[in-house]
């Protein structure tokens, strides 16, 4: 691996190639990334009861998070304390327990080992299973979103997020709150995970290019963007967070990508809902609840809000990720209008989507050229709008204009770049740093 100063370069302005694509680099991501940071496991919504459960992985670990009898969530590895197989096959499901298939060891939501066969008679009854039970992660929710770290280092989740919760509370604080509509979709794409987690922080150039055709057929709003020919910087803006979240929003355009009757049910509730939003969150953030988001959790975990996609990119190996899509729709909206949405997302950002079918042939590519021995020596650029970011009173984080920008996505490499130093958190930058020494 190169030096870390050579990888990521001016302020995340510029990206040395081989991070695409060596697996040197590819590992000490997992140590020093995946290993440490919040991660996306599932929503409250998905595993709302006693026994509910969902699979899912952290880096390249299969994890288990499950609701507990007291409401309490519980994560843990899925892999046996006996020879290490998996104890549990499916997605999602509800259970008593976790039974190992290999011996037989069964194991309760809570991770603990319960019982063990033949224990009297080949293990003497010495066997300490409280020593046994399946390794536990830390894990924690923010207003129904549920996250797992290995760190136990890491600070509480809601300093993790930063800033970026109070951005996110602008839908999340809506009454009722938001839920995921799963099961999830799931596909594999052979990019490198940050190709889809740069485009959804904040490529809105790509918007009007790669997806002019989907465009085309979606009308609506964005439409005008077809051909990169018209663009207004005043039409949206990036936020930036230190923390390495980021997202960019296109004002007054939440049902954008919803053209025809769902775009229009969806616009009349958001517009009857803002009055009751505005008392809740303020004016400032009512202007986000209308707007339309490309937002990355750092590192892996990106949404589309008023598209209404959620999704992980899990990393596979340094050329492919899993894709796991969820519909994220209002508590309380009707179910008609959940289910329009839900279509939606499929026909725009599911699996076989119209725009993300664009999107993926493109982090393909850009991860695949770097292939090259000769092309991995050389670097990317991402210098757009780069000394024209601010800091606003009353906005957490790096402000600048246009959803057109490059802002957040130099952000994420930025934080990318700090994590990779291997720093402690202590000394990892923070919102609230920022705030300080304005
Ligand atoms: O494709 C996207 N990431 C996107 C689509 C972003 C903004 C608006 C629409
Ligand atoms: Fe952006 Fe080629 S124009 S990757
Ligand atoms: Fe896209």
């Known amino acids: 691996m190169k030096p870390l100063d050579q990888l990521v370069q001016q302020e995340g302005a510029i990206q ?15 140590e020093h990334i995946f290993a440490r940071c919040w991660l996306f496991l599932t929503h409250d919504s998905i595993i709302p009861e ?10 390249e670990d299969n994890v288990i998070v499950a609701r507990q009898a007291d409401g309490s969530l519980k994560a843990f590895l899925n892999s046996c304390t006996h020879r290490g197989n998996f104890v549990c096959f499916s997605e999602a499901g509800n259970t008593r327990s976790f039974v190992c298939p290999y ?35 830390r894990v924690a929710s923010y207003k129904g979103l549920i996250f797992g770290t290995f760190d136990e280092s890491a600070p509480p989740l809601e300093k993790y997020l930063g800033g970026m919760a109070w951005y996110l509370d602008s839908f999340l604080d809506v009454p009722g709150g938001i839920e995921l509509i799963g099961p999830p979709m799931k596909s594999t794409l052979e990019c490198n995970w940050k190709n889809p987690s740069e485009n959804f922080i904040g490529d809105g150039y790509h918007v009007g290019w790669a997806h002019a055709s989907a465009l085309e057929i979606a009308g609506g709003s964005l439409a005008s963007m077809k051909g990169l020919n018209e663009y207004d910087k005043n039409s949206g803006l990036q936020i930036s967070l230190p923390e390495g979240h980021g997202f960019g929003a296109i004002w007054e355009c939440v049902a954008a990508l919803h053209p025809g009757p769902p775009g229009v049910a969806y616009q009349q509730w958001v517009d009857q809902r803002s009055p009751a939003v505005k008392e809740i969150v303020g004016e400032q953030r009512e202007k986000f609840y209308r707007a339309h988001w490309n937002a990355t959790i750092f590192p892996n975990c990106s949404f589309l809000y008023g598209t209404n996609t959620f999704k992980v990119w899990q990393p596979r190996g340094p050329h492919s990720i899993e894709v796991t899509t969820w519909t994220m729709v209002e508590k309380e909206m009707p179910k008609e209008l959940k289910d ?74 930025r934080r990318w770049a700090e994590m990779m130093s291997g720093k402690s958190w202590d000394n990892l930058s923070t919102t609230a740093d920022l705030e300080n020494n304005q």
Not at 16 to 30: G, K, L, P
Not at 50 to 59: A, F, H, L, W
Not at 104 to 121: A, C, M, T, Y
Not at 375 to 391: A, C, D, N, W
């Open 50 to 59: 006693k026994g509910d459960y969902q699979v899912t992985t952290m880096g």
């Open 103 to 137: 011996h037989g060891w069964s194991f309760g939501i809570d991770g603990s080992l319960q019982d063990v066969p033949l224990e009297k008679q080949a293990y003497h009854q010495e066997i300490d299973k409280t020593a046994l039970g399946l390794r536990q992660i």
């Open 16 to 30: 040395d190639r081989s991070i695409y694509w060596d697996n040197d680099v590819y590992q000490a991501e997992m």
């Open 340 to 413: 329009m949405i839900h279509a939606d997302n499929m026909l725009t950002f599911g699996t076989a989507g119209i725009l993300e079918s664009d999107d993926g042939e493109n982090f393909e590519n850009c991860t695949n050229s770097n292939r090259g021995h000769s092309t991995r020596q050389g670097t990317v650029y991402l210098g757009m709008g780069q000394g024209h970011e601010r800091q606003e009173a009353g906005l957490p984080g790096i402000v600048s204009d246009g959803w057109v920008n490059e802002t957040s996505t130099r952000g994420m490499y």
